[in-house]
Nanobody, 124 residues
Framework: QVRLVESGGGSVQTGGSLRLSCAAS????????MAWFRQAPAKEREGVAV????????AYSDSVKDRFTISQDNAKNTVYLQMNSLKPEDTAMYYC?????????????????WGPGTQVTVSS
């Protein structure tokens, strides 16, 4: 069992920055897919970024590439999402997810564990 807890959400203006954190505990693996997803009202949950622990591979959705950065602190068992140049369309609930990627990283079926989410609101 893996427990995930997100933090760092909040309200910012367009162009601002936030850093989300995802603290993992329990039976974590040395090589897992750790991803950030987001879900806006009345929209599907979409993959934002992924990091494969142990190898450092990262990938991003086109909508956040060059603005968001995913990283990890192994000592703290924490994954971060640095979000810069935020736009109103980034407004959503952001979720941390963990699992063993066996298909495209943005496929939710890869992820067995999910955090409760943290809200990000970007105003214009």
């Amino acid at each position: 069992q893996v427990r995930l807890v997100e933090s760092g959400g909040g309200s910012v203006q367009t162009g601002g920055s936030l850093r989300l954190s995802c603290a993992a505990s329990g039976h974590t693996s040395s090589s897992m897919c750790m991803a950030w997803f987001r879900q806006a009202p009345a929209k599907e949950r979409e993959g934002v970024a992924v990091l494969i622990t142990g190898g450092g591979y990262t990938a991003y959705s086109d909508s956040v590439k060059d603005r968001f950065t995913i990283s990890q602190d192994n000592a703290k068992n924490t994954v971060y999402l640095q979000m810069n140049s935020l736009k109103p369309e980034d407004t959503a609930m952001y979720y941390c997810a963990a699992g063993a990627c066996w298909t495209l990283w943005s496929d939710r079926r890869n992820y067995n564990y999910w955090g409760p989410g943290t809200q990000v609101t970007v105003s214009s």
